[in-house]
């Protein structure tokens, strides 16, 4: 995949909290990282997103402890699928033990 500069990529936040949603839109913003963002409140409604979508996506951003589908198994379906293996997965939590981190190297994470 061939990547626009970086203020023009698109970039999906997953995380059930709104307001670390919006901080870290805010955040990427302010240092002029990407250009449109996508949301969902958890992973399965972000997996659901992402097999709808049709345009590019440049980037993943997800929490790691959300419900119905926690950022380790979005992380294997997204490393699992054609159109998504390569994409760029960030998981961001607050509070993960040191089996959490390796469960998601394990699953190629980025970040």
């Known amino acids: 995949m061939k990547y626009p500069p970086a203020h023009k990529i698109s970039i999906l936040i997953i995380d059930d909290k709104e307001d670390i949603r919006k901080s870290m839109r805010a955040q990427l ?6 250009k449109y ?11 659901e997103f992402l097999e709808r979508c049709r345009e590019p996506l440049h980037f993943i951003i997800s929490g ?6 926690t950022g380790t198994e979005l992380l294997a379906k997204v490393r699992a699928s054609k159109k998504y293996r390569v994409t760029p997965f960030l998981m961001v939590s607050a509070d993960a033990d040191r089996a959490t981190v390796a469960m998601a190297g394990e699953n190629e994470v980025d970040a």
């Open 29 to 34: 913003k302010h240092l002029r990282l990407g």
């Open 64 to 69: 790691l402890i959300m419900p119905r589908m």
């Open 37 to 47: 963002f996508f949301e969902a409140s958890n992973g399965q409604d972000g997996w």
